[in-house]
Protein backbone atom coordinates (compact mmCIF):
# COMPACT_ATOMS: atom_id res chain seq x y z
CA UNK A 1 0.00 0.00 0.00
CA UNK A 2 2.89 2.57 0.10
CA UNK A 3 5.50 2.69 3.27
CA UNK A 4 3.70 5.93 4.05
CA UNK A 5 0.43 4.54 4.62
CA UNK A 6 1.56 1.25 6.13
CA UNK A 7 3.57 3.16 9.19
CA UNK A 8 0.88 5.27 9.94
CA UNK A 9 -1.67 3.14 9.38
CA UNK A 10 -1.64 1.36 12.92
CA UNK A 11 -2.43 4.50 14.26
CA UNK A 12 -5.09 6.00 12.09
CA UNK A 13 -6.69 2.71 13.11
CA UNK A 14 -6.45 2.92 16.71
CA UNK A 15 -9.93 5.00 17.21
CA UNK A 16 -12.13 2.40 15.53
CA UNK A 17 -12.42 -1.92 15.65
CA UNK A 18 -10.78 -3.43 13.16
CA UNK A 19 -11.06 -6.58 13.57
CA UNK A 20 -14.71 -6.45 13.92
CA UNK A 21 -14.33 -4.49 10.50
CA UNK A 22 -12.42 -7.69 9.14
CA UNK A 23 -15.15 -9.50 10.84
CA UNK A 24 -17.60 -7.94 8.85
CA UNK A 25 -16.20 -7.94 5.69
CA UNK A 26 -15.18 -11.23 5.50
CA UNK A 27 -18.81 -12.22 6.35
CA UNK A 28 -19.88 -10.41 3.64
CA UNK A 29 -17.24 -12.22 1.42
CA UNK A 30 -18.66 -15.38 2.66
CA UNK A 31 -22.22 -14.73 1.98
CA UNK A 32 -21.56 -13.57 -1.81
CA UNK A 33 -19.47 -17.01 -2.14
CA UNK A 34 -22.12 -19.17 -0.59
CA UNK A 35 -24.98 -17.04 -2.74
CA UNK A 36 -22.73 -18.07 -5.77
CA UNK A 37 -21.25 -20.98 -5.60
CA UNK A 38 -22.89 -22.83 -2.75
CA UNK A 39 -21.98 -23.83 0.85
CA UNK A 40 -19.51 -26.77 -0.01
CA UNK A 41 -15.87 -24.97 0.64
CA UNK A 42 -14.86 -28.43 -1.45
CA UNK A 43 -16.92 -27.37 -4.30
CA UNK A 44 -16.58 -23.34 -3.76
CA UNK A 45 -13.09 -21.97 -4.39
CA UNK A 46 -14.87 -18.35 -3.74
CA UNK A 47 -15.78 -19.77 0.08
CA UNK A 48 -12.49 -21.51 0.12
CA UNK A 49 -10.21 -17.98 0.06
CA UNK A 50 -13.25 -16.18 2.53
CA UNK A 51 -12.35 -19.11 5.15
CA UNK A 52 -9.10 -18.63 4.42
CA UNK A 53 -9.07 -15.20 4.78
CA UNK A 54 -11.29 -15.49 8.06
CA UNK A 55 -8.25 -17.87 9.64
CA UNK A 56 -5.65 -15.05 8.44
CA UNK A 57 -8.05 -12.53 10.41
CA UNK A 58 -8.32 -14.76 13.76
CA UNK A 59 -12.15 -15.27 13.40
CA UNK A 60 -13.82 -18.29 15.33
CA UNK A 61 -14.61 -20.75 13.30
CA UNK A 62 -18.23 -20.75 15.00
CA UNK A 63 -18.78 -17.58 13.45
CA UNK A 64 -17.59 -18.62 10.09
CA UNK A 65 -19.95 -21.63 10.18
CA UNK A 66 -22.68 -19.53 11.42
CA UNK A 67 -21.85 -17.10 8.29
CA UNK A 68 -21.87 -19.89 5.95
CA UNK A 69 -25.38 -21.53 7.38
CA UNK A 70 -27.11 -18.01 7.33
CA UNK A 71 -25.90 -17.14 3.56
CA UNK A 72 -27.42 -20.90 2.57
CA UNK A 73 -30.64 -19.37 4.29
CA UNK A 74 -33.40 -17.09 2.71
CA UNK A 75 -33.54 -14.35 4.72
CA UNK A 76 -29.62 -13.32 3.71
CA UNK A 77 -28.85 -10.03 2.05
CA UNK A 78 -28.49 -9.54 -1.02
CA UNK A 79 -24.87 -8.09 -2.12
CA UNK A 80 -23.86 -6.06 -5.29
CA UNK A 81 -19.98 -5.57 -5.54
CA UNK A 82 -19.17 -2.14 -6.78
CA UNK A 83 -16.03 -0.41 -7.52
CA UNK A 84 -15.72 3.65 -6.78
CA UNK A 85 -12.77 5.48 -7.86
CA UNK A 86 -11.82 8.81 -7.33
CA UNK A 87 -9.27 11.41 -6.48
CA UNK A 88 -8.01 12.07 -2.90
CA UNK A 89 -6.00 15.19 -1.68
CA UNK A 90 -2.84 16.36 -3.92
CA UNK A 91 -3.92 13.82 -7.19
CA UNK A 92 -3.60 10.71 -5.45
CA UNK A 93 -5.67 7.90 -7.22
CA UNK A 94 -8.03 6.08 -5.34
CA UNK A 95 -9.96 2.50 -6.23
CA UNK A 96 -12.84 1.52 -3.55
CA UNK A 97 -14.07 -1.81 -3.41
CA UNK A 98 -18.15 -1.89 -2.28
CA UNK A 99 -19.98 -4.82 -1.07
CA UNK A 100 -23.36 -3.38 -0.65
CA UNK A 101 -27.56 -3.74 -0.34
CA UNK A 102 -27.88 -0.12 -0.90
CA UNK A 103 -26.42 0.73 -3.66
CA UNK A 104 -28.14 4.63 -3.15
CA UNK A 105 -26.83 4.77 0.03
CA UNK A 106 -23.47 3.59 -0.69
CA UNK A 107 -22.79 6.19 -3.55
CA UNK A 108 -24.14 9.02 -1.67
CA UNK A 109 -22.21 8.11 1.29
CA UNK A 110 -18.97 7.98 -1.10
CA UNK A 111 -19.41 11.13 -2.54
CA UNK A 112 -20.10 12.67 1.15
CA UNK A 113 -16.45 11.55 1.88
CA UNK A 114 -14.80 12.73 -1.09
CA UNK A 115 -16.41 15.88 -0.88
CA UNK A 116 -15.32 16.38 2.82
CA UNK A 117 -12.24 15.51 2.73
CA UNK A 118 -10.72 17.81 -0.56
CA UNK A 119 -10.58 14.82 -2.97
CA UNK A 120 -13.09 14.34 -6.21
CA UNK A 121 -15.39 10.42 -6.71
CA UNK A 122 -14.85 9.96 -10.73
CA UNK A 123 -16.80 7.92 -12.83
CA UNK A 124 -15.62 4.41 -13.79
CA UNK A 125 -12.50 4.36 -15.61
CA UNK A 126 -11.17 7.71 -14.06
CA UNK A 127 -8.30 6.41 -12.38
CA UNK A 128 -8.73 2.73 -13.17
CA UNK A 129 -6.51 2.93 -15.93
CA UNK A 130 -3.68 3.24 -12.99
CA UNK A 131 -4.08 0.13 -11.67
CA UNK A 132 -3.45 -3.68 -12.25
CA UNK A 133 -6.10 -5.80 -10.83
CA UNK A 134 -4.39 -8.59 -9.62
CA UNK A 135 -4.73 -11.95 -7.30
CA UNK A 136 -2.92 -11.79 -4.48
CA UNK A 137 -2.20 -14.84 -2.40
CA UNK A 138 0.09 -14.55 1.16
CA UNK A 139 1.57 -17.65 2.20
CA UNK A 140 3.93 -19.10 4.94
CA UNK A 141 7.46 -19.29 3.84
CA UNK A 142 8.54 -22.29 6.14
CA UNK A 143 10.27 -24.94 4.47
CA UNK A 144 9.10 -23.30 1.04
CA UNK A 145 12.02 -23.39 -1.57
CA UNK A 146 10.89 -19.66 -3.52
CA UNK A 147 13.01 -20.65 -6.82
CA UNK A 148 11.20 -24.28 -7.13
CA UNK A 149 7.58 -22.69 -6.31
CA UNK A 150 7.94 -19.86 -8.90
CA UNK A 151 8.98 -22.32 -11.67
CA UNK A 152 5.95 -24.81 -10.86
CA UNK A 153 3.66 -21.67 -10.85
CA UNK A 154 4.38 -20.17 -13.85
CA UNK A 155 2.54 -22.37 -16.47
CA UNK A 156 -0.30 -21.39 -13.93
CA UNK A 157 -0.15 -17.77 -14.68
CA UNK A 158 2.13 -16.29 -11.81
CA UNK A 159 3.80 -12.61 -12.37
CA UNK A 160 5.42 -11.99 -9.40
CA UNK A 161 6.69 -13.83 -6.20
CA UNK A 162 9.01 -12.08 -3.50
CA UNK A 163 9.06 -11.68 0.32
CA UNK A 164 6.80 -9.76 2.20
CA UNK A 165 5.69 -9.20 5.47
CA UNK A 166 2.21 -9.28 7.59
CA UNK A 167 0.93 -6.09 9.71
CA UNK A 168 2.41 -7.99 12.55
CA UNK A 169 5.98 -7.66 10.95
CA UNK A 170 5.56 -11.56 9.94
CA UNK A 171 7.27 -12.53 7.04
CA UNK A 172 5.19 -13.60 3.91
CA UNK A 173 5.92 -14.93 0.74
CA UNK A 174 4.02 -13.01 -1.64
CA UNK A 175 2.35 -14.31 -5.12
CA UNK A 176 0.67 -12.25 -7.62
CA UNK A 177 -1.50 -13.37 -10.68
CA UNK A 178 -3.78 -11.60 -13.65
CA UNK A 179 -6.84 -11.81 -11.86
CA UNK A 180 -8.25 -13.31 -14.96
CA UNK A 181 -5.90 -16.41 -14.07
CA UNK A 182 -6.51 -16.05 -9.87
CA UNK A 183 -8.93 -19.64 -9.87
CA UNK A 184 -6.28 -21.24 -12.20
CA UNK A 185 -3.18 -20.36 -9.78
CA UNK A 186 -5.30 -21.10 -6.33
CA UNK A 187 -5.86 -24.31 -7.44
CA UNK A 188 -2.05 -24.53 -8.53
CA UNK A 189 -1.32 -23.21 -5.10
CA UNK A 190 -3.65 -25.91 -3.08
CA UNK A 191 -2.34 -29.21 -4.98
CA UNK A 192 1.14 -28.87 -3.92
CA UNK A 193 -0.21 -28.89 -0.39
CA UNK A 194 0.20 -25.19 0.23
CA UNK A 195 -2.59 -22.99 2.19
CA UNK A 196 -2.52 -19.59 1.83
CA UNK A 197 -2.62 -17.51 4.63
CA UNK A 198 -4.74 -15.04 2.23
CA UNK A 199 -5.40 -14.90 -1.11
CA UNK A 200 -7.58 -11.55 -2.52
CA UNK A 201 -7.82 -9.59 -5.55
CA UNK A 202 -6.49 -6.44 -5.03
CA UNK A 203 -6.07 -3.71 -7.23
CA UNK A 204 -2.31 -2.52 -8.02
CA UNK A 205 -1.06 0.75 -9.01
CA UNK A 206 1.52 1.01 -12.12
CA UNK A 207 3.10 3.79 -10.66
CA UNK A 208 3.32 5.58 -6.76
CA UNK A 209 3.32 8.92 -6.02
CA UNK A 210 5.56 10.59 -2.82
CA UNK A 211 3.72 12.96 -0.91
CA UNK A 212 5.29 15.04 2.23
CA UNK A 213 4.35 14.34 5.74
CA UNK A 214 1.48 17.11 5.86
CA UNK A 215 0.03 16.18 2.54
CA UNK A 216 -0.02 11.65 2.86
CA UNK A 217 -1.73 12.51 6.51
CA UNK A 218 -4.55 14.43 4.80
CA UNK A 219 -4.69 11.40 2.13
CA UNK A 220 -4.69 9.53 4.97
CA UNK A 221 -7.63 11.31 7.02
CA UNK A 222 -9.97 10.42 3.74
CA UNK A 223 -8.97 7.31 3.34
CA UNK A 224 -9.66 5.85 7.25
CA UNK A 225 -13.02 7.52 6.78
CA UNK A 226 -13.76 5.40 3.51
CA UNK A 227 -12.27 2.32 5.27
CA UNK A 228 -14.43 2.76 8.70
CA UNK A 229 -17.90 2.65 5.82
CA UNK A 230 -19.66 -0.32 6.93
CA UNK A 231 -20.29 -1.11 2.60
CA UNK A 232 -16.38 -0.61 2.07
CA UNK A 233 -14.37 -3.99 2.00
CA UNK A 234 -11.13 -2.39 0.60
CA UNK A 235 -9.62 0.72 -0.33
CA UNK A 236 -6.12 0.70 -3.16
CA UNK A 237 -4.28 3.64 -4.02
CA UNK A 238 -1.46 5.02 -5.01
CA UNK A 239 0.62 6.73 -2.32
CA UNK A 240 4.26 5.84 -2.06
Not at 45 to 57: E, M
Not at 79 to 107: Q, S, W
Not at 147 to 153: G, V
Not at 197 to 210: F, H
Request: proline residues 4%; negative net charge; glycine residues 8%.
Amino acid sequence: MGRIFETRKATMFARWDKMAKQFARITKDITIAVKAGGPSPDANPALRRAIQNARSANMPKDKVETAIKRAAGQDVADYEELVYEGYAPHGIAVMIDTATDNPTRTVANMRMYFNKYDGNLGGAGSVGYGFQRMGVFRLDPTGVDAEELELDLIDAGLQEIGLGQSEKGEPQLIVRCAFSDFGELQQAIESRGLNPISAESEYIPTNTVELTEDQANQVLVLIDKLEQDDDVQKVFHNLG
